[in-house]
């Protein structure tokens, strides 16, 4: 369970949390749409099939700051927006955003409680739980669209019931959970492409590999849906995008290409420009207010695309000033450190190794730091609790990134 949701301060849901987090042990990944979740569905009334229009967003990175830009925009031009995105950083109820915010506890207690008791003790996963409380909870507060955020792959994600979506978006795909989705990035590509409807259009994002593109072009082929690549050229006429880092851009044009190629809502460039500079995605390169004496910035980014991201930021901030740059790093154990490591390495000083305070998924910062060792970094230290690191000598006067996991959020110095 998240050490945040622990201390909720409604203390029969954080209850009723600490209960889903343990289904099928804990929050883990069981890759396909089985038979009692469907039976769930049904059961609930299908609420899947009775919700506002849908864009189904998938992806190895990327998918948040989309979706974030998708919102924005539609809100810069009056809409009213559900989300569902996962996962949370502080609190559960941010994964479901009702017409623009989070759901309450109330609706969310009184939706888990619906659909435990409908569900009647069939044995489900974590995901499918939440799944079912988004698309209940959607079904029954009005909104004009619903922007839906794969848990993980796509064609055997249990988002993946939605007839026909208004569009697909995929994303920049990476090498991230090959143990489920391949070792390949055709192979990753094509669970992503499961998303495609017939007949829907599909926005492909920047791809670093020709094989991605083709691959999730050849699915959409068979299934005579529109195939709209997202330009990797900033156009002059739009400002820089909230957030920040050079690959926001590309997350932007996602977004952008998907709502000028749909004729259900109304898109000006205002509200594009006007969207741009609003847009909000907590975790992503994100500078945190703290009273340590160092510059704080803080990225949920934990595998090789997001790296690369985090890598070109560190490049500009090298040009910017001459301010060192230290890493605070944890890690799960699924996750490829060296391939995390590689392309930040020339733009680090040293790297504090932490952990994620009560979650057995994740290195030990003594393990961590083992595997960064070969890099001989002029520092390499570690620290037991991410917040020891607001009192390091070392880091004051620096700029320090704490990245590797999302779950480090809730554990930043103050």
């Keep these: 369970m998240y050490a945040a949701d622990a201390r909720h301060v409604n203390k029969a849901l954080a209850e009723k949390l600490a209960h889903i987090y343990t289904l099928r042990g804990g929050p883990t990944i069981d890759l396909t749409i089985r038979k009692p979740y469907l039976d769930l569905l049904e059961k609930l009334g299908n609420p899947h099939d009775n919700m506002p229009p849908v864009i189904h967003v998938a992806g190895t990175n990327g998918k948040g700051s989309t979706i974030a830009f998708l919102k924005a925009i539609l809100n810069a031009a009056g809409y009213s927006v559900h989300t569902y995105t996962s996962p949370h950083l502080f609190q559960f109820n941010e994964r479901i955003t009702l017409a623009d915010q989070h759901i309450n506890d109330t ?115 068979t299934l005579n849906a529109p195939v709209i690549r997202a330009p990797e050229e900033w156009p002059q006429t739009l400002p820089d995008p909230s957030l920040i880092g050079p690959h926001q851009k590309q997350n932007a044009m996602n977004a952008i290409t998907a709502l000028q190629n749909q004729s259900a809502f109304t898109i000006t460039e205002d509200h594009i420009k006007h969207g741009l500079q609003n847009a909000t995605w907590a975790g992503r390169l994100q500078k945190t207010p703290t009273s340590a004496p160092f510059e704080l910035w803080y990225d949920g980014g934990h595998n090789e695309n997001a790296a690369h991201a985090l890598a070109a930021q560190a490049e500009l901030w090298q040009r910017q000033d001459d301010k060192p740059l230290y890493l605070v790093l944890a890690m799960m154990k699924t996750k490829d450190v060296q391939a995390f490591i590689t392309p930040l390495a020339p733009f680090i000083d040293g790297i504090i190794c932490t952990t994620v305070p009560e979650e057995p998924l994740c290195r030990s910062a003594r393990e961590l730091k083992e595997a960064i060792k070969p890099y001989d970094f002029p520092l390499l230290m570690t620290a037991e609790n991410p917040r020891d690191i607001a009192t390091m000598e070392p880091l004051k006067g620096t700029r320090v990134l704490v990245c590797g996991s999302l779950y480090l959020a809730a554990f930043l110095p103050k």
């Design 107 to 221: 609706q969310l207690e009184a939706t888990l409680d619906e659909v435990m008791a409908v569900n009647n003790g069939e044995g489900l996963t974590f995901f499918e739980v939440t799944t079912a409380m988004a698309f209940l909870a959607f079904s029954r507060v009005k909104a004009d669209i619903v922007l839906l955020e794969t848990g993980l792959g796509g064609r055997l994600d249990c988002t993946n019931v939605i007839k026909a979506p208004l569009a697909t978006i995929i994303t920049a795909i990476g090498y991230d959970h090959t143990e489920f989705l391949g070792d390949t990035l055709a192979a990753i590509a094509g669970e992503k492409a499961g998303i495609i409807k017939q007949n829907v259009p599909c926005i492909i994002g920047a791809q670093a590999a020709n094989e991605v593109y083709e691959t999730i072009e050849s699915k959409a082929k």
